[in-house]
């Protein structure tokens, strides 16, 4: 239930990716820039459309109408009595006139007004406002700023009234030695909502146009010059035509029929990968493809949309080779086709250039497979360029797409080189989606790898046990749909912990036969001889990390015996009177096997080392022989995690039957013919 969930997650995200890109409005195909010459057809309004304003002339008006705008404040009450509580507070020596005419004096100031900071200043454009509005209760009054009071202001004003009041008795005195403050709280308050509000008024009244162009009016005839008002023209044409040309119904209509044809496009690649090779949907390969997908639809639809004159730039066969380097060649061109069919069907010329680059991509498959090494590379991209040019050339002698010739070549070639430029990024994909490339499998498996020619020498008959189950699997793989250059990588390095100890190895035997005269184990308990077989797994794995191989190639290193026991040494031990409890030590540490490609690997292994001691060679002994090897296994609980089906474990039951008749089957015993001399 959880991975179904995932994958109608991942999928229903691929859609939505989709409609947010896809367009919803015509395509303009003219191609201008300022200063260049108009190459087009002369072009005349086709409808009424204003000509907008351009980014920095709106930006400057609104500036202008912001720079209008009146900064509105509000009466605070409770500054005004916190003021006059200051006031009151003062202590005069015995005259109590002195108290009364300070407060009356305040109260005539606060009613005027008293500004606080110049904060809001900063909300405006330009210098600070020569009028403001004061609003109490539900009136606002338009005062100029010169008539208002700061604080400092304010206690001048009133200082200077009362001292005016009493000029027999030294009142200034007197309010000094009372603490009189030198700044009066202020009482007019910035109103920051409703000025933002006005502000916003402002700029929404400022008109975006600048001009209108009727129907049937010339915009601009061939070889004129593209000014910068000329531009704004074009521009506010293009606006208009994109805006109001492709579609007048209701918008959600457009939307729900976007979704649509999205829903249409998942399920289509749903499908290609569920009919090829469903394994995918359980790792993180099937992210990675649908990354692939939204990547080619994406710079598709926005090329289509913004510069259409450059589609054929786009490196579309790259889709084609970033699927290569993961998949099998059964699910590859099946997607591929997938990731085109957005340019079938929202590209202009969309089927000659859905045909022109299925050939290509087909084209560069075939060549990338023996072309795919540093400079060979760009053999496979001039291969690819060739294949675009010559199947362009058809449609366009047909008469069957238009464009300038070499200009379209020029685009093809830049979309072939592009495609080697950007192939590198498989490496980075390779880390993010924790995979491994085709290429490096490919690299892996070489005989020439330095790893594997040590495991020749060292260790020849565990070499030749690693290619014997390395034919064996492959077969098994391709014939239930799992990778078979993965699990060939896997059987060339499933034993290489061998090679620490090879004559420990009965493939290995005559190395120590040769050299010392006797075998490894004679002499050694079974417990000790298992313990040194059991060992070659955790080597395989030192040696693995030593190499830098990934990490899928040491995961078959610890599955390719799971959890099951050293059989021989432990029935040997037995035997002897050993203790059944003690199971343990003659077990392997490993994991049972979960993949598809490391079940065939864990059952190849077991059955090539298993048939050098079968003597009977007939089919019925084959089958009957592979049969009890996986059933031991089965039971074993080696398969209970596994993801592999009934269904596919039959399929590679046979195939290893159908190898083992091939390989051993009986031969014809020659009579020995005396020859008479």
């Known amino acids: 239930m959880r991975k179904k969930l995932k994958i109608i997650i991942?999928?229903?995200?691929?859609?939505?990716?989709?409609?947010?890109?896809?367009?919803r409005s015509a395509n303009f195909s003219y191609q201008y820039a300022k200063g260049t010459v108009w190459t087009h057809e002369t072009l005349a309004a086709p409808f009424d459309f204003p000509i907008l304003k351009t980014a920095d002339q709106l930006a400057a008006d609104r500036e202008e109408a912001v720079s209008q705008v009146v900064p509105v404040f509000s009466v605070n009450e409770d500054a005004q009595k916190r003021g006059l509580r200051e006031l009151v507070s003062l202590r005069f020596p015995g005259d109590t006139l002195l108290r009364g005419a300070l407060l009356e004096?305040?109260?005539?100031?606060?009613?005027?007004?008293?500004?606080?900071?110049?904060?809001?200043?900063?909300?405006?454009?330009?210098?600070?406002?020569?009028?403001?509005?004061?609003?109490?209760?539900?009136?606002a009054d338009k005062l100029p700023r010169s008539e208002l009071y700061t604080p400092k202001s304010a206690a001048n004003a009133v200082f200077d009234a009362v001292c005016a009041r009493f000029p027999r008795i030294p009142a200034d005195s007197m309010l000094v030695a009372a603490g009189y403050s030198w700044h009066l709280a202020a009482n007019l308050v910035f109103d920051q909502q409703a000025t933002m509000q006005a502000i916003e008024d402002a700029m929404a009244g400022v008109s975006t146009t600048s001009g209108y162009v009727h129907a049937g009016q010339v915009i601009v005839s061939t070889g004129d010059l593209v000014t910068e008002d000329l531009e704004q023209v074009l521009d506010s044409y293009k606006a208009e035509y994109e805006n109001n040309v492709s579609y007048s119904g209701p918008i959600a209509w457009q939307w729900t029929g976007n979704a649509i044809i999205a829903a249409l496009l998942?399920?289509?690649?749903?499908?290609?990968?569920?009919?090829?090779?469903?394994?995918?949907?359980?790792?993180?390969?099937?992210?990675?493809?649908?990354?692939?997908?939204?990547?080619?639809?994406?710079?598709?639809?926005?090329?289509?949309?913004?510069?259409?004159?450059?589609?054929?730039?786009?490196?579309?066969?790259?889709?084609?080779?970033?699927?290569?380097?993961?998949?099998?060649?059964?699910?590859i061109f099946a997607v591929y086709m997938v990731c085109l069919l957005p340019l079938l069907v929202f590209a202009r010329s969309g089927v000659v250039l859905f045909v022109i680059y299925l050939f290509a991509g087909a084209v560069s498959l075939f060549s990338f497979r023996y072309y795919n090494r540093k400079w060979k590379q760009f053999i496979s991209a001039m291969i690819t360029f060739a294949a675009l040019s010559l199947s362009f050339s058809g449609f366009w002698l047909s008469d069957l797409v238009e464009g300038t010739l070499w200009r379209i070549f020029i685009q093809f070639f830049f979309s072939s080189m592009a495609a080697v430029m950007f192939y590198p990024l498989i490496y980075l994909f390779e880390k993010i989606f924790n995979l491994v490339s085709n290429s490096r499998l490919r690299d892996l498996v070489d005989n020439s790898n330095p790893l594997l020619r040590r495991l020749e020498q060292e260790a020849p008959g565990t070499f030749h046990h690693s290619m014997q189950v390395r034919a064996m699997a492959e077969a098994a793989a391709r014939a239930i749909g799992a990778n078979p250059l993965l699990v060939s990588a896997g059987a060339m390095y499933h034993d290489i912990g061998k090679m620490k100890n090879p004559a420990c190895f009965i493939e290995n035997e005559s190395l120590m036969q040769k050299e010392e005269g006797h075998r490894y184990h004679d002499g050694l308990s079974p417990r000790q001889s298992s313990h040194d077989i059991i060992r070659h797994v955790a080597d395989g794995v030192e040696l693995a990390r030593e190499y830098a191989l990934p990490q899928v190639i040491v995961d078959f290193i610890l599955t390719h015996h799971g959890t099951t026991v050293t059989r021989y040494f432990y029935s040997k031990f037995l035997a002897g009177g050993g203790d059944p409890l003690e199971k343990e030590d003659f077990t392997y540490p490993g994991v049972p096997p979960k993949t598809k490609e490391q079940v065939i690997l864990m059952i190849c292994d077991t059955v090539e080392a298993a048939s050098r001691t079968l003597k009977a060679k007939s089919p019925a002994d084959y089958s009957a022989f592979v049969e009890e090897l996986v059933g031991e296994k089965s039971a074993g609980g080696q398969f209970a995690q596994s993801e592999i089906s009934i269904k596919d474990m039959d399929t590679v039951k046979e195939v290893i039957k159908s190898w083992l008749s091939r390989e051993y089957h009986e031969r014809v015993v020659y009579p020995k013919n005396k020859i008479k001399p």
């Open 10 to 23: 991942l999928l229903s995200f691929t859609a939505a990716l989709l409609v947010l890109v896809m367009p």
């Open 105 to 139: 004096e305040a109260r005539t100031v606060y009613e005027r007004g008293v500004l606080g900071d110049d904060t809001y200043i900063s909300y405006l454009k330009g210098d600070a406002p020569e009028v403001i509005y004061v609003r109490r209760g539900h009136r």
């Open 266 to 331: 998942v399920m289509i690649l749903f499908f290609a990968i569920y009919y090829t090779n469903p394994g995918i949907f359980d790792d993180s390969r099937f992210t990675y493809l649908l990354l692939v997908f939204v990547m080619t639809a994406v710079v598709t639809l926005t090329v289509q949309q913004h510069y259409p004159r450059y589609i054929y730039a786009v490196p579309f066969t790259l889709a084609a080779l970033y699927l290569q380097a993961f998949f099998s060649e059964k699910l």
